[in-house]
């Protein structure tokens, strides 16, 4: 049988936690080993999770202080090592259908290729009442919808050991101030991408809840209050070209294509180079993956703010 990490980050998630636990250690065919790190919850959520402890469930409990979702996510990612076969993330309010793991690991081969599988959800109200299915139409999942407007959301992402093993060196890992800009599933989406292949499923095995307190989501509200925090806070700007950078300066080894690296390298740098930036200026592929017209992204190019 084969073994999977469910890495959980956990922050105030009292109201949907034991839900999401329950259905984890409900997958089908699958051995799991749930990770968990607490990010400073100031509710039930840590009487919750040693509750599961003292039932002996397979959890390790990762405890530690306030860092945010995405420095919290790879630090249980390094946490767990690399002797499962399958990784994946989890996020505290969701709950996943019995085959969601089964369904995705199925579509990873056995190769040791650095392999990323990501689905579609089938969004829920905080009640758990239906709200249709999250994306009609399959999504991008090469290396410039990442960098531009990642479309691989991290609750759905399965990855095999092969990746793991390269997302987990210390000399690749992401830096703290990456993480505050680009989330662990942008990074994880964005090295599988430029280094190995990522595998998409329209169906969906997960039910995407939607309510008030989400961290990310799909309400357009929360896209324009995101640009607002960004504009107010210089440290979350320029994470596209701060991605690029990371992932040249990293990675360069396993980048098997020249023409992606040498495109990576001129959004990472564009803000030291003319040339670059007039070339950013003119590069429609961008406009059409980010989903932003023209206009404003020139102003970002211009302003630096890419």
């Excluded at 990310?216 to 960004?230: C, F, P, S, T």
């Amino acid at each position: 049988m084969n073994k999977a990490a469910v890495l959980m980050s956990t922050y105030n998630g009292e109201k949907y936690l034991r839900e999401q636990i329950d259905s984890i250690f409900a997958q089908e065919e699958v051995e799991i080993h749930l990770y968990i790190r607490d990010d400073g919850s100031k509710d039930s959520s840590l009487e919750i999770i040693h509750r599961y402890l003292s039932e002996h469930f397979n959890i390790t409990l990762i405890n530690g202080s306030n860092i945010g979702v995405g420095n919290s996510f790879m630090t249980i990612l390094k946490s767990a090592g690399s002797t499962c076969d399958f990784y994946c993330f989890a996020d505290q309010d969701d709950i996943w259908m019995p085959n969601k793991l089964r369904m995705a690991i199925k579509q990873l081969s056995a190769s040791n290729i650095p392999q990323c599988y990501c689905s579609n959800q089938a969004l829920v109200d905080k009640d758990g009442n239906p709200l249709g299915i999250r994306h009609k139409n399959p999504v991008h999942t090469n290396y410039m919808q990442v960098l531009c407007n990642n479309c691989m959301t991290g609750c759905t992402m399965v990855w095999n050991r092969r990746l793991q093993e390269i997302l987990i060196e210390e000399k690749r890992f992401p830096s703290h101030d990456l993480l505050k800009k680009r989330i662990h599933d942008v990074w994880v989406a964005m090295v599988a991408a430029t280094v190995g292949e990522v595998c998409y499923d329209n169906h969906a095995y997960i039910y995407y809840r939607q309510h008030e307190d989400n961290v990310v989501g799909v309400k357009d509200a929360i896209a324009v209050k995101e640009w607002v925090r960004k504009m107010n806070h210089a440290e979350l700007r320029n994470g596209r070209s701060v991605l690029a950078y990371e992932i040249v300066t990293k990675f360069r080894d396993l980048i098997g294509s020249k023409k992606i690296l040498n495109r990576l390298e001129a959004y990472a740098n564009y803000r030291n180079s003319i040339s670059k930036k007039v070339n950013l200026l003119h590069d429609m592929e961008i406009c059409e993956y980010s989903g932003e017209s023209h206009f404003m992204l020139r102003i970002k190019i211009l302003l630096n703010l890419f």
